[in-house]
């Protein structure tokens, strides 16, 4: 690939109320493999009223933080901040420009494509280089196809998947410089009212260490507050299967999967789970996969690490009384 006078990898920091979202700093990673390929230097392009936070934990783990502060750039006002991005790109005519595949990360993406006729790839779960060509890892149709996706427009743009790759390690703080953009008056074509908090955003599956999920195998509303339980016994978040929603036994910002939530835990626990291929897609991330399913044939056990054949109002209270004790 001709990178041309392109170098720099550009990362977008996404911020939610001044804290950096985890896969926001995962996209250093494929983003130092770049800057490898490149001869140029990581940039974490940080956009926010406050900045402090976000530069702090970004700078040991790349070669500069880019801050763009102002009045204008508060959470959720996805107008000022593709101009902050288009500036930047501007500015530092960047090889690559990668950010969280998340909604914000998505729309920032897609406008700085549209913006600048380029092409791009959402939602990649790895990254390999092919003769000096960055080869993108992208999953279709939950999971169950590969495609290999190479973007040959400059920059190459792309959103990735929270948990696909790990955070790079920390070295010494980059410096953080100050860039000031102003953002024309006209580009403002919508606002914030109000922020009204969801629950889902107090759930954060995407950030929970332990993921304990029940499917439609605990089998009521009064069965599934076993998998609650446990949950809080390991400090972990509540994940549910659709089945198990669509049954109101909890609420679908515990949704896992395909429509659902990609999680990445270290310990992910599976109740009553069979393994279909729409809740697995979002699960595949997870350290270490435990499954309780009394069907032996199962196609959960296929991901799982250990597995248990087993009724869960057996297993999961003994589970339970076992921590307990410890
Ligand atoms: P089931 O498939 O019914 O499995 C229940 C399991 O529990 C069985 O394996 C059974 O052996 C076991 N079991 C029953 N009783 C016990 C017991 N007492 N002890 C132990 N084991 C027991 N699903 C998602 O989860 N997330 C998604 O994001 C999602 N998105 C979808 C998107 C699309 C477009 C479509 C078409 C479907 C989607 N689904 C999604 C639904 C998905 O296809 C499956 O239907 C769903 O994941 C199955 O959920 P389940 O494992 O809870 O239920």
């Not at 999680?263 to 979002?282: F, K, M, R």
């Not at 991330?285 to 056990?301: C, H, L, M, R, T």
Request: proline share 4%; aromatic share 4%; hydrophobic share 45%.
């Amino acid at each position: 690939m001709d990178w041309g006078n392109c170098k720099d990898i550009l990362v977008f920091l996404e911020q939610k109320e001044g804290k950096v979202v985890n896969v926001s700093l995962e996209a250093l990673t494929p983003a130092r493999t770049l800057a490898g390929l490149t001869g140029g230097k990581v940039l974490a392009l940080a956009v926010g009223t406050d900045n402090a936070a976000a530069a702090e934990k970004a700078a040991p783990l790349c070669d500069g933080v880019l801050s763009v502060e102002g009045a204008a750039f508060s959470d959720g006002c996805s107008d000022a901040m593709v101009c902050a991005l288009e500036a930047m790109v501007n500015k530092y005519a960047p090889a690559a420009v990668l950010a969280g595949n998340t909604p914000l990360g998505r729309e920032l993406t897609a406008r700085l494509d549209a913006r600048k006729g380029l092409g791009s790839v959402q939602d990649a779960t790895a990254l390999k280089i092919d003769n000096g060509t960055p080869v993108w890892t992208v999953p279709l149709y939950g999971g169950t196809v590969l495609n290999d996706v190479v973007v040959d427009t400059l920059p190459v743009v792309a959103t990735v998947r929270s948990g696909a790759f790990s955070k790079p390690e920390a070295g010494e703080a980059a410096p953080v410089t100050a860039e000031a953009v102003e953002v024309p008056a006209d580009a403002i074509k919508t606002k914030v009212v109000e922020a009204v908090k969801e629950i889902s955003e107090s759930v954060n599956l995407e950030e929970a260490k332990v993921i304990v999920t029940g499917g439609r195998g605990m089998g009521s509303q009064e069965n599934f507050a076993l998998v609650e339980e446990l949950a809080q016994l390991l400090g972990g978040v509540v994940g549910a299967t659709r089945p198990a929603i669509e049954e109101g036994w909890v609420s679908r910002a515990h949704q896992v999967g395909q429509s659902g939530k990609i999680v990445s835990p270290a310990l992910y626990i599976a109740c009553g789970v069979s393994g279909a291929t729409q809740h697995v897609s979002g699960m595949t991330g997870s350290g270490y996969v435990v499954a309780i399913n009394k069907d032996e044939d199962a196609p959960i056990f296929d991901v799982a690490d250990v597995g248990i054949v087993g009724d869960v109002m057996k297993v999961l209270p003994a589970m339970i009384e076992e921590i307990r004790k410890r």
